[in-house]
């Protein structure tokens, strides 16, 4: 997908956003197979500055805990750097929200352009529609693309959801899924792009667990200093984890939605947990990454086993059943895919459940169409049904198919 410049049209492309930190994951499972010191030495000096590119880029308030976002791009900004939007108002814009500024595109939308008259547009309410190019960035960078817990969610299931928690009050509703954004910017001044108004609890519990590879690579390499300080920072973002990103009532880890100007509680939590937007596979990357509680990690198996959740003829899900916004013909809104499945079991596995992973793989072979067969391997696969979706001959299905092959399924000789 190629912008014009680069000589092609295109929507989704990387100049807009990066991708999940799970590259020192790989390196050092290559490394654990091949025992090349060299290859690290090679290596660890890219993945720290990857790693520090985070810290600068997409942390707005500076409290080391790491929002998704999007780059400065033509798609998320102005010529001037002003964060763009449209948004669709079909019978006129409500009174006292003035849009002189923006573009008349027809059928009752506006381009728009400034965070201000963003923010305006959120707190005035009343427009039907809203397209954000930087929400979308967000979503590409985290890999999970129109996730509920962004904010996604098609109109008849905001109605559905306004009648269930406000009876029926579409503004109050609306709230809980409107989203915001914070400019990020160079020292100089000049905009690096934009974070979206939430901390991750899976970009960090992926750190977390890139800062205890990166010490493993630096005592490889001799230099002890630097171990300590990852294995510090692995511990300290591992506690706030636990103490900030997880929801004792419903026992599951969620993403804390922040504000500018938020103060911390009396255990340093800003903001508010995501509960509303339901639960997603972000839920058990702390068990993945081993950050997590052993205590809460059981609460949150609860939740993967249970059928009214994640549970499902192929299992878990990339949103819950009782997720708002789930639907399983949606993209990352139910559909299953094979890199969340597999943290979700691994997950299980790392905290002593290998049994219950062991089923939900069997249920995943036996139920995803075409897998105990000669059908193509797929992008995602209906979770009620276990039909194929998506594109076929997936490569990224295909690598977890042989991970969950070789850890669940292989049998020794």
């Known amino acids: 997908n190629k912008l014009a410049d680069r000589g092609g049209d295109g929507g989704n492309w990387n100049e807009r956003d990066t991708k999940p930190p799970l590259s020192a994951w790989a390196i050092w499972e290559i490394y654990s197979a091949t025992k090349d010191k060299a290859f690290i030495a090679e290596m660890y000096p890219k993945i720290q500055a990857y790693h520090d590119w985070w810290y600068r880029a997409r942390d707005n308030n500076r409290n080391g805990i790491i929002e998704y976002g999007a780059t400065r791009h033509v798609e998320h900004n102005d010529e001037f750097g002003n964060i763009t939007f449209k948004v669709q108002y079909p019978t006129g814009a409500p009174v006292g929200l003035d849009l002189s500024s923006c573009t008349n595109e027809g059928d009752g939308w506006y381009g728009c352009a400034g965070m201000a008259l963003y923010q305006q547009v959120l707190s005035v309410g009343g427009?039907?529609?809203?397209?954000?190019?930087?929400?979308?960035?967000?979503?590409?960078?985290?890999?999970?693309?129109?996730?509920?817990?962004?904010?996604?969610?098609?109109?008849?299931?905001?109605?559905?959801?306004?009648?269930?928690?406000?009876?029926?009050?579409?503004?109050?509703?609306?709230?809980?899924?409107?989203?915001?954004?914070?400019?990020?910017?160079?020292?100089?001044?000049?905009?690096?792009?934009?974070?979206?108004?939430?901390?991750?609890?899976?970009?960090?519990?992926?750190?977390?667990?890139?800062?205890?590879?990166?010490?493993?690579?630096?005592?490889?390499?001799?230099?002890?200093?630097?171990?300590?300080?990852?294995?510090?920072?692995?511990?300290?973002?591992?506690?706030?984890?636990?103490?900030?990103?997880?929801?004792?009532?419903?026992?599951?880890?969620?993403?804390?939605?922040?504000?500018?100007?938020?103060?911390?509680?009396?255990?340093?939590?800003?903001?508010?947990?995501?509960?509303?937007?339901?639960?997603?596979?972000?839920?058990?990357?702390?068990?993945?990454?081993?950050?997590?509680?052993?205590?809460?990690?059981?609460?949150?198996?609860?939740?993967?086993?249970?059928?009214?959740?994640?549970?499902?003829?192929?299992?878990?899900?990339?949103?819950?059943?009782?997720n708002p916004a789930y639907d399983p013909d949606i993209y990352w809104r139910g559909r299953v895919w094979l890199d969340q499945f597999y943290f979700g079991v691994k997950g299980l596995e790392n905290y002593g459940y290998r049994s219950d992973a062991q089923q939900l793989v069997n249920k995943l072979f036996s139920n995803a169409e075409g897998l105990a067969g000669s059908g193509p391997i797929r992008e995602n696969y209906n979770p009620e049904t276990g039909a194929m979706q998506g594109a076929s001959n997936f490569s990224w299905s295909s690598a977890h198919l042989y991970m969950l092959y070789r850890n669940f399924l292989k049998t020794e000789g």
């Open 127 to 322: 427009y039907a529609d809203m397209d954000i190019g930087a929400q979308h960035g967000a979503g590409w960078e985290s890999g999970m693309d129109n996730a509920a817990r962004f904010g996604f969610i098609e109109p008849e299931q905001l109605k559905r959801y306004a009648d269930k928690t406000y009876g029926g009050d579409m503004a109050k509703a609306r709230q809980d899924w409107n989203v915001f954004f914070f400019e990020n910017h160079q020292d100089d001044g000049s905009l690096i792009g934009f974070s979206i108004d939430q901390e991750s609890v899976e970009l960090n519990a992926f750190l977390a667990k890139e800062k205890r590879i990166l010490a493993d690579m630096a005592e490889l390499l001799g230099k002890p200093d630097e171990a300590s300080r990852y294995r510090e920072g692995a511990t300290q973002l591992a506690d706030y984890i636990n103490s900030c990103l997880f929801d004792e009532a419903s026992g599951f880890y969620y993403d804390r939605q922040i504000a500018q100007g938020d103060l911390p509680d009396a255990n340093g939590c800003v903001g508010k947990l995501l509960t509303a937007r339901g639960r997603g596979p972000e839920g058990w990357s702390p068990l993945w990454a081993e950050v997590a509680d052993k205590e809460k990690a059981a609460r949150v198996r609860e939740v993967m086993l249970n059928a009214q959740e994640f549970n499902t003829k192929v299992p878990l899900g990339t949103a819950a059943l009782t």
